[in-house]
């Protein structure tokens, strides 16, 4: 059977991440996470106190960042590791997500990473989510989404996965940083979000999580 590309971007919070990963699941193919990556760059960035608006700095250190997933034998679950240690707790706290969108902003950062996404979905059979995974890292994907839902449903929803996970956050302090990421990630210079000509748009505000799914895997299954 053919394997494909499947290209999910979309505003902060949509969901994105959750419905690539079942997805996946459900056609056997593997999930790449590109906002992890960005995280863990940032996580990087902060602990070593990196001064981002230096471009010799952080060329310097992207050369030392080694980014990868691993399989979590227990749940089942991919982690993402920096230089070998895994990081998948830290890189979704508050103080990376408050970061996360500056150091995204930037060409350098951006060039590498791209890269190494293209090399990641080279024999395709990958669903990749993001903010530019459509338009710039893999223009050609035979299928394209674009996900969007209302905001204060968004912020209900990573409220309650935060929750799950024992982390307490004002819904006022979630609303703010999903919104001001998406005015950072829509309006910066290099790959901004932007929906694909090609690209399927599903508002999931009022979709129940498995219909969403659902209706991307008919959708791939039309182009295997
Ligand atoms: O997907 P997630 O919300 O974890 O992504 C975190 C941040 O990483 C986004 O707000 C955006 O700034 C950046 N990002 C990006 N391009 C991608 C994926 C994520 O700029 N392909």
Redesign the pocket.
């Known amino acids: 059977m053919q394997k494909i590309v499947i290209a999910i971007d979309g505003y902060?919070?949509c969901g994105?991440?959750s419905t690539a990963k079942s997805v996946a699941k459900r056609l056997g193919y593997t999930y790449i996470?590109?906002?992890?990556m960005?995280?863990a760059a940032t996580l990087y960035f902060l602990d070593n106190k990196v001064d981002i608006e230096v471009k010799a700095d952080v060329l310097k250190h992207l050369d030392v960042l080694d980014i990868t997933f691993k399989l979590n034998p227990h749940t089942q679950e991919q982690e993402t590791y920096l230089n070998g240690n895994n990081v998948e707790q830290e890189i979704r706290t508050m103080r990376v997500s408050e970061y996360?969108?500056e150091v995204?902003k930037l060409k350098e950062v951006?060039q590498e990473l791209v890269s190494q996404q293209q090399k990641m979905g080279k024999d395709k059979g990958v669903v990749m989510?993001?903010?530019?995974?459509g338009t710039v890292?893999f223009p050609q994907a035979e299928l394209k989404i674009f996900m969007t839902a209302d905001l204060q449903i968004r912020a209900a929803r990573r409220q309650r996965e935060l929750e799950a996970k024992g982390v307490e956050v004002a819904i006022e302090k979630i609303i703010q940083n999903l919104s001001e990421?998406d005015e950072?990630?829509s309006s910066r210079k290099e790959?901004p979000l932007l929906k694909a000509n090609d690209a399927v748009e599903i508002d999931t505000s009022h979709l129940e999580f498995e219909d969403q799914v659902n209706r991307i895997v008919v959708l791939a299954q039309e182009k295997i």
């Open positions: 902060s919070g994105k991440s996470d590109s906002g992890a960005y995280r996360v969108s995204s951006r989510d993001g903010r530019d995974i890292v990421r950072i990630d790959s």
